[in-house]
């Protein structure tokens, strides 16, 4: 690499510029790089205080070759919005045909730069090939949707050397950003959008159901505009099929529109194009509802949304209370209580969050023992039931009222053994009710319309494996199934579709993908949020872990839940406000306040439950 050689006495390490909120300057290094061999990657911004913006280094004179794709990769990882700096590294026309926001590939470690054999001749001296390598983690496509990956990253970029200035620039380079998890983690931040469940209604209030759809923007890029933006454009492509939303085709913001923050009364006002100018207040109301869902969950500051026209007039707003009159929201729901079965295989209730250790039982044939019950389910209005005998072979439904009746089984499993016989039931908000048979002879993942009548057959054709656990989400469009398959147990979250063929219904569960990718054992799992479920598991030759996971795959933000031996059954409302709450083979019946240990709440006790 001669011409590399010729710089090498004014080169100097790429190096990116931080400006802190309070203006100090901070440099973030990185250490320099040979002219020729194998180079090794290395993360190339350290995790940052989120109160941290970074700002690339443009290329220097007469930097060489390794240098400009090392700054490069480093500008990648920056808070450049558009990113300009790194536009610096690449000849005019790469510039042109580069679209960073068609993906970024998330590796293990910042990516590997390998120096591919030099051809003979001219081509040695003006042009050179790096490839990029490293282990993906992850993908986020251009909707901004996060997909776990696996596998080997390789891809080539090109560089020249302009004949005029004589200065190295990147001519051919991959689509897309790609840089190392800890960057990753630096630069995006995954939050919560909000449309309504297409063909789902919330029980006896008819209100449509609010669902998440889980994204990840550039945490420092404008993040407010920026999820505006994607929950107009509409729903990832994974749940699109089952949800609607309330803005016309061809809504945007008003052109130019940037910088959407909250007011001084906490409100973030949000200017439509015309596209949106003649809806009615209903479907504005909707809109603005979608718009505070989705903004509270990124800033849980705001108060209010309002819609302003495209001429400026005021269109409509919404604050939390007309939000929740407008759509129901599994987890603005606090539950009224926590259930389980006492030691007499009875279901028992205390109050959901208090601090007390008294239980009683339930109104009705479960609280009286009339059936002895193995797992149970409450319906989110907490009025119906449905339990597993003890036996795992019949499963009932009963009302939650003093003069409710047992009446006859609604499905019956012929399986030979307990364990191959029916799991515990769940509900969602419309008030359906979900089981599996585990039948080896006819394994097969059940619907009950409103918990009662015929229960329909539900297909899941891309089932591998016998699913071993069933809890649906309180929105009735995605349904997380733990399966076993080959002695090993996986977690995945499916999408449900309904459809209606000479008035029978059909349901599917489709696009079954892993929630706990690296996962060999998944022992308990419940719905932690709307988008988010805490798992107990454990990692190939690892030890059990309870911990908190996203439905498509990535790891939320903050600590996992304080570590717990032994557990059996996990529990878990929406409503963050409520504790967790395990059976542990050693303590029985225990509970996670915010923020502290576990408590021991009952020592005979199992099958510990939240309505859903």
Not at 36 to 48: A, C, I, K, Y
Not at 89 to 117: C, D, F, M
Not at 154 to 160: A, D, G, Q, Y
Not at 229 to 238: E, M, N, Q
Request: hydrophobic share 35%.
């Amino acid at each position: 690499m001669g011409a590399d050689r010729e710089g090498s006495a004014r080169r100097g390490p790429v190096r990116a510029v931080a400006y802190a909120v309070c203006g100090a300057l901070l440099l973030a290094g990185c250490a320099s790089m040979p002219d020729s061999g194998n180079l090794q990657g290395v993360e190339s911004t350290p995790r940052q205080d989120t109160q941290v913006r970074v700002f690339a280094m443009p290329p220097q004179q007469d930097a060489s070759s390794t240098e400009i794709v090392q700054g490069f990769l480093e500008a990648l990882t920056s808070d450049d919005p558009n990113y300009d700096t790194a536009r610096q590294y690449l000849t005019k026309a790469a510039s042109k045909s580069w679209r960073p926001q068609v993906q970024a590939t998330v590796l293990a470690n910042g990516p590997s730069i390998q120096t591919n054999p030099r051809p003979a001749g001219r081509e040695g001296t003006n042009s050179i090939t790096y490839t990029l390598q490293g282990s993906r983690v992850a993908t986020v496509d251009a909707q901004q949707a996060y997909t776990p990956a696996d596998g080997s990253y390789s891809r080539t970029v090109h560089l020249t050397r302009d004949a005029k200035s004589g200065q190295w620039r990147i001519d051919s380079l991959p689509q897309g950003v790609v840089m190392g998890r800890s960057d990753f983690q630096r630069n995006y931040t995954s939050v919560d959008k909000y449309y309504f469940a297409s063909d789902t209604s919330a029980g006896e209030t008819g209100q449509p159901v609010a669902v998440a759809d889980p994204v990840f923007v550039r945490s420092r890029v404008d993040p407010t505009t920026q999820l505006v933006r994607s929950l107009i454009k509409g729903p990832t492509a994974w749940l699109g099929p089952v949800v609607r939303s309330s803005f016309p085709t061809g809504t945007a913001l008003k052109k130019g529109v940037s910088g959407l923050t909250p007011d001084d009364q906490n409100q973030v006002t949000v200017p439509l194009n015309v596209k949106a100018s003649r809806i009615g207040s209903a479907k504005c109301s909707e809109m603005a509802t979608q718009l505070l869902f989705t903004l509270r969950n990124l800033t849980p500051t705001v108060d209010s949304v309002a819609l302003q026209s495209v001429s400026g007039a005021h269109m409509c707003d919404v604050d939390e209370s007309q939000a929740e009159a407008t759509a129901w929201r599994a987890s603005t729901k606090r539950p009224d209580y926590l259930y389980f079965l006492d030691g007499k295989h009875r279901l028992v209730r205390m109050a959901a969050g208090g601090t007390g250790t008294s239980a009683f039982a339930v109104p009705g044939p479960f609280g009286a023992g009339t059936k002895p019950l193995r797992s149970v389910a409450v319906a989110r209005d907490e009025r119906t039931a449905a339990g597993v005998t003890s036996d795992a072979r019949t499963l009932y439904v009963s009302s939650l009222a003093s003069d409710g009746s047992l009446g006859d089984a609604v499905l019956t499993s012929h399986g030979a053994t307990e364990n191959d016989r029916l799991t515990a039931p769940s509900w969602d908000a419309r008030g359906d009710l979900w089981v599996a048979d585990r039948d080896p002879a006819k394994p097969q993942l059940y619907m009950l319309e409103h918990g009662v009548g015929q229960p329909l057959a539900v297909q899941v054709p891309e089932l591998n494996g016998r699913v071993e656990d069933v809890r649906v989400a309180a929105d009735g469009v995605r349904i997380a199934l733990v399966v076993e398959k080959d002695g090993k147990q996986s977690l995945l979250v499916g999408r449900i579709e309904r459809t209606k063929s000479d008035d029978q219904q059909e349901v599917s569960v489709l696009e079954l993908r892993s929630a706990t990718p690296g996962s060999e054992e998944v022992t308990a799992m419940s719905w932690a949020g709307d988008s988010r479920l805490v798992v107990v598991g454990r990692e190939q030759g690892g030890v059990q872990q309870t911990r908190y996971v996203q439905v498509d795959g990535s790891t939320p933000d903050g600590a996992a839940p304080a570590a717990l031996t032994g557990v059996l059954a996990i529990a878990a409302s929406e409503d963050d406000r409520v504790p967790l709450v395990a059976r542990s083979q050693d303590d029985g019946i225990v509970r996670l306040p915010s923020g502290d240990q576990w408590q021991k709440v009952v020592k005979d006790g199992s099958a510990p439950v939240y309505p859903g």
